[in-house]
């Protein structure tokens, strides 16, 4: 790999250059003190503590929570769909192997999304390199099984389900490969993209180097095949929905080196992007619902340093929000965005209420973890009592690629492997030590889905025991719209709903902010809902 590939490649790849790159670099982090196998419990300031959730996975590369806690990992050399259920892999597992993937180096099973209208579509989407051609998909999936978490919670997937979103997005080298793939609060699928180690096409918006791009499934057809029209996946208020080309209208944000991780808050919908850098500087980037297309300014600019590239940029360039000088580590840096901190609501492992808003992020090879906290539109590294380092808010970190928080409130992460060993990825969680000790609660309730809903909107709570259950709807002035559920006596188990968008006399309700309530056992769970008409 040449010096300029800050992004050496993810844990795992087994063949050429990229390869002998990180085990020469694993060699000299497991000189410097690299965790084993006994040690890759993270350390955490006080009041928190790093949990295992499931060990012995291979490679697990990314993860995706279903309304009802049950969550997905894929493993990005196996290229394996795993299930966790309740602390445990699903009686059938894994859900599915999903086949016609290249992998190796940093290619691979990359991430994965659960469509937000779930159960109604039941579905997932993947972003990976496709076998035998130089060329990324994302692809939706139909999953089936128990897909209401009535019983045993195992889900499955028909690989000769898929349908392709699109399916030549740009991977000329083996490097550079984005992979990040979510739903925002807005229904609408975000996907990132890395420059394919062509630093100069990340300024020309044709060709979907570098970027965010920002799709509408909405209107797919049920069924495989694929990829339609660029049009059907085109959302109407893209910054360049009128541009000529239709890759160019697709795109949210570009600009961008290889943005691995980003993340999304699940309330404002900006995005909080890790772009992995060259020679000096990792950054995150923070990109806003905005009327006009951000350009980061890859590779006219590294964090804060000008550089002379033959292909400068055509707007100013939006700076980073913060960024690090990784020049003095031997063994590289990449920058892992793990995104906003937002508790659900009525969480059990909720962070204290002064981390609402802060955003973390952590290094793939040097293993740090990092809080910033938002001051006046400037974000500064923000201190915790008893954290391991001065800058640091956790150590041991190493080998991280992904996080998500947990419906319980808990910020959980995909560890690739300890040390670059073999069926020792894991996925752990950190959690607050100041949950008062009892049973867990009687129900959890997710938020509505979509946010902001359009027409109806997706309810959805779980009961830990039965129980007899009230689910209301308010508007903003806290008067009663529809009562969806009215003292019934339920079993335990997940139990989905969905609301027309009509009162209770069958009147279209009006656009504007609603309220959810769930009432159940002396507990009021209450979620917003932003509703469109």
Not at 496 to 504: A, E, I, L, M
């Amino acid at each position: 790999m040449n010096s300029k590939s800050r992004w050496r490649a993810l844990p795992g790849a087994r063949t050429g250059p990229t390869a002998r790159s990180f085990r020469l670099a694993l060699l000299v982090a497991i000189a410097c003190g690299a965790p084993s196998s006994a040690s890759a419990q993270g350390t955490v300031p006080a009041g928190f503590e790093d949990r295992l959730i499931l060990g012995g996975l291979d490679y697990p590369v990314s993860m995706a929570f279903l309304p009802d806690g049950r969550a997905f990992v894929v493993e990005q050399f196996s290229t394996r769909v795993r299930l966790i259920v309740n602390g445990a892999l699903a009686a059938t597992d894994p859900v599915a192997t999903l086949p016609d993937i290249q992998v190796g180096g940093e290619q691979g099973l990359l991430g994965i999304a659960v469509d937000p209208r779930w159960p109604a579509s039941p579905y997932v989407y993947v972003h990976c390199d496709r076998l035998g051609t130089p060329s990324i998909r994302i692809s939706r999936y139909l999953v089936a099984g128990d897909l209401s978490f009535t019983g045993n919670g195992s889900l499955t997937i028909d690989p000769t389900s898929r349908y392709d979103l699109i399916n030549d997005l740009p991977d000329a080298a083996s490097n550079h490969n984005g992979g990040t793939v979510r739903f925002g609060p807005d229904g609408m699928l975000y996907d990132s993209m890395g420059e394919d180690s062509q630093p100069c096409m990340a300024q020309d918006d044709s060709t979907l180097h570098g970027v965010i791009l920002r799709l509408d499934v909405t209107r797919l057809p049920a069924g495989s095949g694929g990829p339609p029209a660029l049009s059907l996946i085109t959302p109407a208020d893209n910054p360049q929905f009128t541009a000529s080309s239709p890759r160019t209208r697709l795109i949210w944000a570009y600009g961008l080196r290889n943005p691995f991780r980003f993340q999304i808050d699940p309330l404002s919908g900006t995005l909080y992007i890790g772009d992995v850098g060259q020679n000096q500087y990792e950054e995150i980037d923070r990109a806003p619902t905005n009327s006009a297309p951000l350009d980061f300014g890859w590779p006219t600019f590294e964090g804060p340093a000008s550089l002379t590239p033959t292909c400068p940029t055509r707007v100013p360039p939006t700076a980073p929000i913060h960024f690090y000088d990784r020049s003095s580590f031997p063994s590289g840096a990449a920058v892992i965005c793990a995104g906003v901190y937002r508790a659900p609501g009525g969480a059990l492992n909720a962070f204290p209420a002064g981390y609402d808003g802060d955003v973390f992020f952590s290094d793939y090879y040097q293993g740090f973890l990092r809080r910033l906290k938002n001051s006046g539109g400037v974000w500064n590294l923000a201190p915790a009592p008893g954290q391991p380092g001065a800058s640091d808010w956790g150590q041991n970190f190493a080998e991280v690629s992904d996080y998500q928080i947990a419906p319980d409130g808990a910020l959980w992460y995909c560890r690739q492997a300890v040390s670059g060993q073999p069926a020792t990825g894991a996925i752990r969680a950190i959690a607050t030590t100041a949950a008062p000790p009892g049973p867990a609660p009687i129900a959890t309730l997710a938020p509505p889905y979509p946010s902001p809903s359009i027409g109806t909107a997706g309810l959805y709570y779980t009961l830990t025991a039965g129980a007899r259950v009230d689910l209301v709807l308010y508007d903003e002035r806290g008067r009663e719209v529809r009562r969806i559920v009215s003292g019934e006596d339920q079993p335990a188990g997940s139990h989905p709903y969905t609301w027309d968008g009509r009162d209770s006399r069958g009147r279209a309700a009006p656009s504007g902010l609603y309220f959810v309530e769930l009432r159940v056992g002396g507990a009021h769970l209450v979620h917003r809902l932003p509703f469109i008409r």
